[in-house]
Every structure is written in structure tokens, then in C-alpha cells.
């Protein structure tokens, strides 16, 4: 089955997804493939690689070579440019941050990469990227104009632009280490005009929160910060059965 069947599957059965998003940049390698495999014994749906600064092709695919070697779930590169992509990964999300003020980041880096994924064979999964205030790292380095919190009206207008466009999926991020998550009635404001999974990342560290942007509506959500400590394993536990209810 390929990723995108997958996700559309679980989407369509009305089963919320976890996944677990590792940063080739910020641990060696086998300690990432740990997370990984603790991931997937909590029941997590999925592992993306990526990170926003520092990605190299080196750490990409050491990183991606030794998750897979130790799980089974699905692995899916979390893109932060053209310049690593890893061949070893089951899926690329070919994404466009659809609120960068530099057309770099919503189209230009996916003109250099296409040549590259299409010659790699890598299975690609369409989806609109959309930073919300207060973006952290991400939304500085994509040089975002962040959606404020306060106004949901211009997510769900992004999230039918993407929709529109063809998009399989719209990812909302608060950004990694964000004080908060994506705000719950903009979670619920675009769960009611859109026909694609939503994702939700960034600022997501309890079961307590997850529950909830479940219940808003969110179909996918993606914890990262939360894996990078010591003795993660209970608050992600936590998480996942909150997402999965």
C-alpha cells in the first residue's frame, strides 16, 4: 500500500493519526532510530524526518537508513529544500508553505527538487504547509507571513486554497517549541469547510491538549519537541492514546 493510501484509508475510516516527527540534526543516528522504535511500540502511525535548520544529505539518510532498519511504519520526508533528499524514505511530502512572503519557499524549491524525486521514483504526497503566529524557527526561516491566532477565517481560507489546488493534505505547524498548539476554533473552523485530512503540529506536549485538537477535528497530529528529552516515552504514550481516543 502506498503512504497516501494509507493516510486517505485512515482518514476515511474517521481514525485519527499520530505521528512522530525526528530531526535528523538534533541526535546520532541510532538514537533516533530509539525514538523511532519506541514510536511505533506506542502505537504511533508514522515516522517524518525533517527539520527546519541543519538537514544534510549525511545526516538525512544515516537517519532515515537506520529508522528504517529498526521499524515498520511508514517513513516520510519532512522537507525543509531541494538540497537533501533521501532516496530511502517510503514518501516525500511535496509541499509548497503556502504563507511564505519568499517564492522561494512556495514554489521554488519544488522546481529544483521535482527533477530530483522524479529520477529517485519517490512517491510523492501533494500538501499545503501553513505557519501559524507564532511560527518559531519555521516560520523564521520560511520567512512566513503567520496566520494570527485570532483569525481563523484566513486558515480556512488557506485550507481551500490547497484543497482547491489539489492538494491531498493542509498542515497547520504553531512551530517546534511553540508556548501553544494551533488555536482549537481554527482547527475547528477548518475541519468544517475542507474535504482533505488536516494536520496539526508544534506546541503539543500532553495528552490533555492532544485530546482536545482531536476533537476540534484535527485528523492527523505530529509531535517532535516531545521525543528530543529523557524519558519521553510516558508523555508520548499519553499522547497517542489521546489522539487515538
Do not use: W
Not at 530530483?116 to 505557519?131: D, F, P, S
Not at 498548539?181 to 469547510?193: H, I
Amino acid at each position: 500500500m502506498k503512504v497516501k493510501e494509507y493516510i486517505l484509508e485512515r482518514f476515511k475510516a474517521k481514525r485519527p493519526m499520530h505521528m512522530t516527527l525526528i530531526d535528523p540534526a538534533k541526535q546520532e543516528v541510532e538514537k533516533a532510530a530509539d525514538i523511532a522504535l519506541a514510536a511505533e511500540r506506542l502505537g504511533s502511525d508514522a515516522i517524518m524526518v525533517g527539520g527546519s535548520t541543519d538537514v544534510t544529505q549525511e545526516n538525512l539518510d544515516a537517519t532515515v537508513k537506520a529508522i528504517k532498519r529498526s521499524v515498520r511504519l511508514p517513513v516520510i520526508y519532512f522537507p525543509s529544500g531541494a538540497h537533501a533528499i533521501s532516496p530511502y524514505t517510503d514518501a516525500i511530502y511535496f509541499m509548497s508553505m503556502l504563507n511564505s512572503r519568499n517564492i522561494r519557499m512556495v514554489i521554488g524549491e519544488q522546481v529544483m527538487g521535482a527533477p530530483i524525486v522524479a529520477k529517485l521514483g519517490l512517491e510523492t504526497i501533494a500538501m499545503g504547509y501553513v505557519i501559524v503566529e507564532p511560527g518559531m524557527k519555521v516560520g523564521e526561516v520560511g520567512e512566513a507571513e503567520v496566520v494570527r491566532r485570532s483569525d481563523p477565517k484566513m486558515a480556512v481560507a488557506y485550507a481551500l486554497a490547497a484543497q482547491f489546488m489539489g492538494m491531498d493534505l493542509i498542515y497547520f505547524e504553531a512551530g517546534s517549541g511553540a508556548p501553544d498548539p494551533v488555536p482549537l476554533e481554527m482547527v475547528a473552523a477548518v475541519k468544517g469547510k475542507v474535504r482533505i485530512p488536516v494536520i496539526v503540529g508544534g506546541g503539543i506536549r500532553s495528552a490533555e491538549q492532544a485530546e482536545a485538537l482531536r476533537k476540534a477535528g484535527a485528523d492527523v497530529i505530529v509531535t517532535g519537541t516531545l521525543v528530543e528529552g529523557q524519558g519521553f516515552a510516558q508523555s508520548l504514550e499519553g499522547v497517542i492514546r489521546a489522539v487515538k481516543g
